[in-house]
């Protein structure tokens, strides 16, 4: 069949049914195969997990914001809460590692005297009744208070 016999039918309706049938590979239907099929499973596992990062971040993010952790810098935060709650400073102007808390007040006439066991036993039951320490805080206190008898 001749290119001008191809073009008149085709401007013509002609082949079965009015539509214009080509025998020509170059016209057949694109098949990628084993690859095509390959290549979409990657492409659809890819955008699985990206939208799933995405959901457990933001989820992470809500729950760092409800326990009132700042979720963008949740380390830091937790940082600075635990060296609060268990009196550990930054050396002064160095801006170093922590220390060990307050220094010891010296042991003379001037220091106030040492307070009773009932005291420091009521100052513990204070502290985890106001929420600033946890019950395995406060026994470990209370334990090491009553082991100084």
Known sequence: MEPSDLLDEYLSGGG??????????????PTFGAFGSFFGIVVV?????AVFGVVMSL???RKLRDAGIDPLDPT????IRYMQRTGMTAEPGTGGPP?????APAAGP????PRSVEDRLAEVDRLYEAGTITTVERDAARARVLGTI
């Open 16 to 29: 079965p049914g009015g539509e214009v049938v080509f025998d020509d590979p170059m016209f057949a239907e």
């Open 99 to 103: 220390i060990a808390g307050p220094p």
């Open 45 to 49: 596992l890819v955008v699985a997990f």
């Open 59 to 61: 989820r992470r993010a």
């Open 110 to 113: 001037a220091s106030t005297p």
């Open 76 to 79: 830091t935060d937790l940082q």
